[in-house]
């Protein structure tokens, strides 16, 4: 979409189903309302939608057989990320969310608990995490000083969970040799690129592209009605959905 709004969203699905593609996929809660808009509307196009929830469609909104909705269990990978930084020696560790929605919350949730479960493996009673939500998904030169505050006074790794927010934790890491836990997708080759070889520890990765090859392939062998109307929530039962 040409902008971040509901109606350049919409309007990039109806050119698309103008064109005459009949599946399309959308990445990310902000789809919410245009898919509200249009999935109802091209009852014969396939719309499947990750990190879309219930809450993200709306009060009342009725999930057609049309839409395929997909959702993880981030507080999983999360927890894995926590328990392995604890367990890699690190003992002041930082959380900076982007917007509190569901997903971000659920990793700084599981962020914690596994780095508590880590430190009580381990007989830690001197592990520290500092915790905060940027209320956006980019970075800015405030919430890089209050990063640059955190690493000042021994912040060793902080997980930046939430878009481009990253920018800001990997810019006051690089000051002083600090280092970074990366979010949704393997990020070691975009953070290391940008801001020095090392700095990024691990990435708490969902399987994005799992889901959509799940939902494609129920398209290909005509399936489609097992996942019709549903809003899978997906984790490390279902398969290949959350890890490191």
Known sequence: PAGDNTADRVGMIESAIDQGYNVIVMPGYAFGEAITETAPKFSDVKFIALDVSAGDLGEGFEVPANLYCAVYQEELCGYMA????????????????????????????GFVQGANAAAADMGLTDVTINYIYGGQFFGDADITSVMDTWYAKGTEVVFACGGGIYTSAAEAAAKVGGKVIGVDVDQKGIIDGDYGDGMTVTSAMKGLGAAVKNGLDTVNAGDWSTIAGTNGNFGLEEGDYVGL
Do not use: D, E, T, W
């Open 82 to 109: 926590g328990y392995a930084a604890v367990k890699l020696g690190y003992k002041s560790l930082g959380f900076l969310g982007g917007m509190a929605v569901p997903a971000v919350v659920r990793y700084g949730y």
